[in-house]
């Protein structure tokens, strides 16, 4: 380092690009930073780097830093775009991958699960904060909705926090302030600010905040969606402590919201724009338009009771599945989840050969169906069989070789047999 400052008449350089450091502004106008640390960085440089990742701008800034490292460093800058974009996501995952993988896990929801990662996938990869995605995901219980938002997050490496509306209501009334929101995904995100600000922020329950028909000041409904506009825009949001006075600054451009709930209250809505049924509860005339859109659309919201300014900053609405009898069945045989397969692994590790009658997934699917609680119903319907099946076995271990059951075991949980 020494050498190459003499040779360039003791100015400093930058250690990347050998732009030779200035306390005067450049050309452009903007002066360069002239740092104590080695190696010295120029402005933009350091710009570029705060993009590739934490790692790498931490050991940026060590004084120990190797001569190598410098030279990964410099390729690594030469191949980074200007300082107004960020490093493609593509580099670090492969969207049809993360599908799959989504895919494995998660079932009756292939489109569902697309689009919902093509919305994350933009804001992650964003040059231009106005085509900022936001998502409303609704659905009945047990069709996956936080479900796939976690493995989302997971698979893309983001930090996320599933939030309850039900807890919050207006700044400076009882409960839980939406500020706390973003509080939290800061907390997630480890309390880095960059972090959080690519992360997901999931408001769950959030049919319960239609518009009160009460009359008065709705703090626990229709306002706590209003306190959501800024961050729903884009713009910078404060981080408060316990006291209420801003820490810091959180740009909520690249910031993914999915405001999730079953809104039930909207299928007689959507019927009657779709149907065309007049007040009286009668259909006024045969609708034949093919094009209409039979899709949840921000009308049928707005017409249940949210504030058009609330539903206009979405500009996605995605409705999962109702779960299907197959797809109950493919969720029990298939799913990387499967509480069915994950008894039965359990069962062979302890020695035991498990046969079972394939009309015995048919018969827990269909009982899952009747509990109208979507797939978490598979996981009290399978516990249910299996739990007499496996006191047995923990309590007479190695006394058995092979373990029956049958479509009737799920119907009388005593009905299995261990020989």
Do not use: W
Not at 131 to 158: H, R, Y
Not at 305 to 324: A, Q, S
Not at 350 to 364: A, M, P, Q
Request: charged share 30%.
């Amino acid at each position: 380092m020494e050498d190459k400052n003499k040779n360039k008449n003791q100015k400093l350089v930058c250690t990347i690009c050998d732009q030779a450091l200035l306390k005067n502004p450049n050309i452009s106008g903007k002066p360069y930073a002239v740092r104590k640390t080695s190696p010295v960085i120029c402005d933009m440089c350091s710009q570029n780097l705060a993009e590739i990742d934490d790692e790498n701008q931490s050991k940026l800034e060590s004084k120990n830093y190797s001569q190598n490292s410098i030279k990964s460093l410099k390729n690594a800058a030469t191949e980074t775009k200007p300082a107004t974009k960020i490093i493609k996501i593509q580099e670090k995952i492969k969207l049809m991958d993360l599908i799959a993988n989504i895919k494995s896990v998660i079932k009756g929801q292939d489109e569902q699960v697309k689009m919902i990662a093509t919305a994350i996938f933009r804001n992650q990869d964003l040059e231009s904060v106005e085509i900022k995605s936001n998502v409303i995901l609704l659905g009945g219980s047990g069709c996956g909705k936080t479900e796939i938002v976690k493995i989302l997050a997971n698979e893309f490496k983001v930090p996320y926090v599933i939030e309850d509306a039900t807890r919050f209501s207006e700044a400076g009334y009882f409960g839980a302030s939406t500020d706390d929101m973003i509080k939290n995904l800061y907390r997630s995100a480890g309390y880095s600010i960059s972090k959080a600000e690519r992360g997901i922020l999931v408001i769950d329950e959030g049919d319960k905040k239609q518009a009160s028909a009460d009359s008065g000041r709705d703090v626990s409904g229709e306002n706590v969606l209003f306190s959501l506009l800024k961050m729903l825009e884009g713009s910078r949001v404060p981080i408060v402590d316990d006291h209420g006075d801003a820490m810091c600054y959180m740009d909520t451009s690249r910031l993914t919201i999915i405001f999730i709930g079953a809104f039930p209250n909207l299928i007689k809505i959507r019927d009657k724009r779709v149907n065309n049924i007049g007040s009286v509860g009668f259909r006024n005339q045969e609708n034949t338009n093919k094009n209409i859109n039979k899709e949840y659309i921000a009308e049928d919201f707005i017409s249940g009771g949210f504030p058009k300014e609330f539903i206009g900053r979405f500009d996605m609405i995605v409705e999962l599945n109702k779960l299907t009898t197959e797809n109950l069945k493919d969720i029990i045989t298939n799913s990387k989840k499967s509480t069915f397969v994950k008894y039965i692994e359990e069962i062979e590790k302890k020695g035991l050969k498990v046969s079972y009658s394939e009309d015995i997934i048919n018969e827990i699917a269909v009982e899952t169906e009747k509990l109208e609680i979507g797939a978490r119903g598979i996981k009290k319907v399978v516990q249910e069989m299996f739990k007499n099946i496996m006191f047995d076995i923990l309590v007479e271990e190695n006394k058995y070789t092979e373990c029956i059951i049958t479509k009737n075991s799920v119907l009388d949980p005593t009905n299995y047999t261990l020989v």
